[in-house]
């Protein structure tokens, strides 16, 4: 098997192009195959070496690794050309200078059922001959064959009137060169797919098998767009998310076998990876869904590992203690920071928590607690939640009372570690200053 992953570099790998990199990857995987990665960047106005750039950072932050490449279509557009040419001349191809008017005129002659068909001129663009008779037919690993007379099809345009090929011709000799056997992309490329078999059929080539995917839509049923959160692969990393759990959950949209799990391994997605098991209704994605596989991805990690990421995304290098106390509560590697970071920048501010637990009502609880804290022997766990307990039985209130004032003072906000932990991580001297200035 050889797969191809073809982006096209005018703008940033989104989850429906990362879900088909990933189906190429894993059928290359699982059966030995190659995968090979070519850039679409004949679009020269909008293709830029910064957007191949990051289609590539992406592709190896998913850990999508290629055998070959990456090529540059636009690289070989010598060859494309040699091919019109060789079609031109082998009476597989015509020069027509006839506009959409004429296409248009041709239907209202001929019926809309009836494919364009022109006639040869010494100038213009370039439309590959189309046979009246006959079908052409699409071998689809998910939707199983797709047929379409020859009759109804028009004759399409493969080149420019100076000779620079369009995109199905291009991508048929491509595929044919690489040695394609799979192609393996959305849906929404079927009406290419029939004019590029058409191409490889004029040149007396067989055409590979295709596999055209799904499209992803939101929870609300309509096309994934940027209004219900759809992102580019740096999005989701910069949102805290662990690559494996985004393949995990990618590999999930329109595909899963017998067993029906929702967290599978890498290895075990290459070891199960079928095209009989990809379904041909559309999936949606849901950033819940994935944030709740990316939390379980990530409280699997051990401490050490978990630390190590954390430090990476944050850009420092002392979290340990903080991960030890805060790591079972975030989902997300971005969720850290705004649980954790006063530890280190001080209390936040949080005018509602503030309004709320640092009023004059809650002043004799902060009191209770610096003065239980203060008379403290030993700064441990076990007799700072002893002192604050004790404070709690003594005033005989709700343990949230003397609780969440004393959070608030140390953090700035309601949402925080354990308050036990999080004073014995800040030290005696600490704590005690934090709650004073709040006091």
Not at 29 to 48: A, N
Not at 166 to 194: C, E, K, M, P, W
Not at 290 to 317: K, S
Request: glycine share 8%; net charge negative.
């Amino acid at each position: 098997m050889r797969v191809r992953f073809a982006p096209s570099p005018t703008g940033q790998l989104h989850i429906g192009g990362a879900r088909t990199a990933l189906y190429n990857w894993l059928a290359a995987r699982h059966d030995d195959g190659t995968f090979v990665l070519r850039i679409e960047d004949t679009d020269r106005e909008r293709s830029t070496p910064e957007n191949t750039a990051h289609i590539l950072e992406a592709l190896e932050w998913l850990g999508l690794d290629w055998d070959e490449g990456p090529f540059s279509q636009a690289d070989h557009e010598p060859r494309h050309r040699a091919v019109v040419e060789q079609l031109l001349a082998d009476g597989r191809a015509y020069r027509t200078n006839a506009t959409a008017d004429d296409v248009r005129a041709w239907k209202d002659e001929h019926g809309d059922d009836r494919g364009f068909r022109g006639k040869p001129e010494e100038e213009g663009a370039v439309r590959l001959r189309v046979p009246d008779d006959g079908e052409t037919v699409i071998e689809d690993l998910i939707r199983g064959a797709t047929t379409f007379k020859n009759v109804h099809l028009d004759d399409p345009v493969i080149a420019r009137a100076d000779g620079s090929p369009l995109y199905n011709l291009a991508v048929a000799v491509d595929d044919l060169d690489a040695g394609i056997t799979d192609v393996i992309r959305g849906v929404d490329h079927l009406s290419n797919t029939q004019k590029q078999v058409l191409v490889l059929e004029a040149l007396g080539e067989k055409p590979p098998r295709y596999a055209h995917l799904s499209l992803l839509h939101g929870p609300d049923g309509k096309k994934l767009s940027k209004r219900h959160g759809a992102e580019s692969v740096q999005d989701l990393r910069d949102k805290g998310y662990l690559p494996e759990a985004v393949r995990n959950y990618l590999a999930l949209l329109g595909w899963g076998d017998a067993d029906d799990e929702t967290l599978i391994s890498t290895d075990e997605l290459v070891k199960r990876f079928d095209f009989s098991s990809v379904t041909q209704a559309p999936a949606q994605f849901d950033d819940a869904k994935l944030r709740w596989i990316n939390g379980r991805y990530l409280h699997a990690l051990d401490q050490a590992e978990l630390t190590a990421r954390l430090e990476a995304f944050v850009g420092r290098d002392d979290l340990g203690p903080a991960v030890a106390i805060a790591g079972e509560k975030i989902q997300t590697l971005a969720e850290f920071w705004p649980l954790c970071g006063f530890i280190w920048d001080g209390p936040g501010d949080d005018p509602k928590a503030r309004e709320k637990w640092l009023g004059p009502d809650n002043a004799a609880a902060l009191k209770a607690a610096d003065a239980a804290l203060d008379s403290l022997s030993e700064w441990s766990l076990d007799s700072i939640e002893a002192a604050l307990r004790g404070v709690v039985e003594s005033m005989d209130v709700k343990p949230n009372a003397v609780f969440q004032p004393v959070r608030v003072a140390l953090a700035g906000t309601t949402v925080s570690p354990g308050i036990f932990e999080t004073l014995e991580l800040l030290g005696r001297d600490e704590s005690l200053k934090r709650l004073r200035a709040a006091i």
